[in-house]
């Protein structure tokens, strides 16, 4: 998921027929990935998500990855134009020697777009509708899925993700990944619906060793109707 | 046989000029135990590991058993590497290295300061969670990085220096400055047992 970026706002301008008053300079300046705003303040998930945790991991780790992704592409014009779902899931097509600089940064940058749009303040519960049905076919029922996803974020030794993720055709699954990989970097490409980040630097502040602790406060902020929009988008 | 949790050489907040107290308790007291505990749970009850050193199960770990073996890479690893990394550090640490150690560190670096960069390089360069090492092989020395909790012994390197960059060992303190964590490192470097462990390895 790409937001709206100064890109975009600069090829609105393009298409305006601005693009011969702008100088070269200030064009390549542009940069192709950026920053997505919190969706809510970074109180807004407490107590489950402190406002300290939220800061630093959106504001320091989440731009990092922003930023190295930046550099990686940086003059790989074709690259620099695709949105990053295009590029995780073409990416055995990246130029050797900035692969793993994208599957880590580019992987980052939309693992964690997709958590922050997923969690909320005021949310938490049970999803309801096809998104319900879909997790009761395959895991018999939503605390099953829950058991499911929770050993999948326990069970990822060293830093990663759990997901649930959906097939072209909209069968469920609990999946693990390493470190910032992306279900869609998988063959064949899986979509994630619903990732919670099971990296120390999600949870250390507030639940240090108890990453249990975490994954069940985590649940308290998830954002269903976000998640069943995915599942809409997934099966079709 | 069963493992055991090392005692801390030094009290929780003897390294406080790099290492903060409540991440020591943590990292020893709550991360390294539960290393333990699920390496005992992982061979319970397997004559086969009888008296054998940690490193020694390292040293084969292709050959262990398919149902334990990533279970004691994981754990038996985390295990071997707190060991030394407690033991490595020291509140009178810091300095230079001397004697055959500093020898060969000129001899293959050029520097320390050299040896230092490499190391931090390697540090900062493992994406996600793992370690910086000194090793020697074939009785020289080397930097590398692994990730997770895998041991250099399981390519047949002898660590003689790590410096652990999971999360949890400098979060509560640094955050994402892993780069300032790494550098805080080299005032609580207990060169002596660093050197210690290059003789034993037979440079």
């Given at each position: 998921m790409r937001t709206p970026d100064r890109r975009d706002a600069l090829r609105v301008a393009l298409a305006g027929g601005a693009a011969m008053l702008l100088p070269k300079a200030v064009v390549a300046q542009e940069a192709a990935f950026s920053l997505p705003k919190l969706?809510?303040?970074?109180?807004?998930?407490?107590?489950?998500?402190d406002a300290k945790t939220m800061e630093i991991h959106w504001g320091r780790h989440h731009k990092a990855y922003v930023d190295n992704l930046n550099k990686a592409l940086a003059g790989k014009g074709e690259w620099e134009k695709k949105t990053i779902e295009e590029i995780l899931k073409s990416i055995a097509d990246v130029p050797a020697p900035v692969r793993q600089a994208v599957i880590n940064n580019g992987g980052g940058h939309h693992n964690h777009s997709l958590f922050w749009a997923s969690m909320g303040p005021k949310a938490g519960g049970e999803p309801t509708g096809p998104l319900a049905k879909a997790i009761d076919a395959a895991f018999e029922s939503f605390a099953k899925f829950q058991a499911k996803l929770t050993a999948a974020g326990m069970t990822r030794f060293g830093s990663g993700w759990a997901w649930l993720v959906s097939d072209d055709k909209g069968k469920l699954d609990v999946i693990s990944t390493a470190n910032?990989?992306?279900?869609?970097?998988?063959t064949p490409v899986l979509t994630p619906l619903l990732g919670v980040d099971?990296?120390?630097?999600?949870?250390y502040l507030k639940y240090q060793n108890k990453r249990a602790d975490y994954l069940a406060a985590w649940f308290k902020t998830v954002d269903w109707k976000v998640v069943a929009e995915r599942h809409a988008k997934a099966g079709k | 046989m069963t493992f055991t949790l090392p005692t801390l050489p030094?009290?929780?907040?003897?390294?406080e000029k790099a290492i903060d107290k409540t991440t020591m308790e943590i990292h020893h007291g709550r991360h390294h135990k539960a290393y333990v505990d699920n390496l005992n749970a992982a061979i319970q009850?397997?004559?086969?590991?009888?008296?054998?050193?940690i490193e020694a199960i390292l040293a084969k770990a292709a050959t262990l058993p398919d149902d334990i073996r990533q279970k004691v890479i994981n754990n038996g690893g985390g295990h071997a590497n707190h060991t030394l990394f407690w033991e490595t550090m020291s509140p009178n640490g810091g300095g230079d290295p001397s004697g055959v150690l500093a020898d060969a560190i000129t001899s293959t670096f050029g520097d320390l300061a050299t040896l230092k960069q490499k190391v931090k390089e390697a540090a900062l360069a493992r994406f996600g969670s793992g370690w910086s090492w000194v090793v020697v092989s074939g009785g020289k020395l080397e930097i590398l990085s692994t990730a997770n909790q895998d041991s250099p012994l399981m390519h047949g390197k002898t660590p003689i220096l790590g410096v652990d960059v999971?999360?949890?060992?400098?979060?509560?303190?640094?955050q994402n400055k892993r780069a300032d964590y790494v550098d805080a490192f080299w005032h609580v470097i207990n060169w002596s047992d660093v050197a210690a462990r290059f003789q034993k390895a037979g440079h």
């Amino acid at each position: 998921m790409r937001t709206p970026d100064r890109r975009d706002a600069l090829r609105v301008a393009l298409a305006g027929g601005a693009a011969m008053l702008l100088p070269k300079a200030v064009v390549a300046q542009e940069a192709a990935f950026s920053l997505p705003k919190l969706p809510y303040s970074f109180d807004a998930l407490e107590p489950h998500i402190d406002a300290k945790t939220m800061e630093i991991h959106w504001g320091r780790h989440h731009k990092a990855y922003v930023d190295n992704l930046n550099k990686a592409l940086a003059g790989k014009g074709e690259w620099e134009k695709k949105t990053i779902e295009e590029i995780l899931k073409s990416i055995a097509d990246v130029p050797a020697p900035v692969r793993q600089a994208v599957i880590n940064n580019g992987g980052g940058h939309h693992n964690h777009s997709l958590f922050w749009a997923s969690m909320g303040p005021k949310a938490g519960g049970e999803p309801t509708g096809p998104l319900a049905k879909a997790i009761d076919a395959a895991f018999e029922s939503f605390a099953k899925f829950q058991a499911k996803l929770t050993a999948a974020g326990m069970t990822r030794f060293g830093s990663g993700w759990a997901w649930l993720v959906s097939d072209d055709k909209g069968k469920l699954d609990v999946i693990s990944t390493a470190n910032q990989d992306s279900p869609l970097m998988m063959t064949p490409v899986l979509t994630p619906l619903l990732g919670v980040d099971v990296w120390e630097h999600a949870y250390y502040l507030k639940y240090q060793n108890k990453r249990a602790d975490y994954l069940a406060a985590w649940f308290k902020t998830v954002d269903w109707k976000v998640v069943a929009e995915r599942h809409a988008k997934a099966g079709k | 046989m069963t493992f055991t949790l090392p005692t801390l050489p030094y009290a929780h907040d003897a390294l406080e000029k790099a290492i903060d107290k409540t991440t020591m308790e943590i990292h020893h007291g709550r991360h390294h135990k539960a290393y333990v505990d699920n390496l005992n749970a992982a061979i319970q009850g397997r004559s086969e590991f009888d008296g054998q050193s940690i490193e020694a199960i390292l040293a084969k770990a292709a050959t262990l058993p398919d149902d334990i073996r990533q279970k004691v890479i994981n754990n038996g690893g985390g295990h071997a590497n707190h060991t030394l990394f407690w033991e490595t550090m020291s509140p009178n640490g810091g300095g230079d290295p001397s004697g055959v150690l500093a020898d060969a560190i000129t001899s293959t670096f050029g520097d320390l300061a050299t040896l230092k960069q490499k190391v931090k390089e390697a540090a900062l360069a493992r994406f996600g969670s793992g370690w910086s090492w000194v090793v020697v092989s074939g009785g020289k020395l080397e930097i590398l990085s692994t990730a997770n909790q895998d041991s250099p012994l399981m390519h047949g390197k002898t660590p003689i220096l790590g410096v652990d960059v999971w999360e949890h060992a400098y979060y509560l303190r640094y955050q994402n400055k892993r780069a300032d964590y790494v550098d805080a490192f080299w005032h609580v470097i207990n060169w002596s047992d660093v050197a210690a462990r290059f003789q034993k390895a037979g440079h």
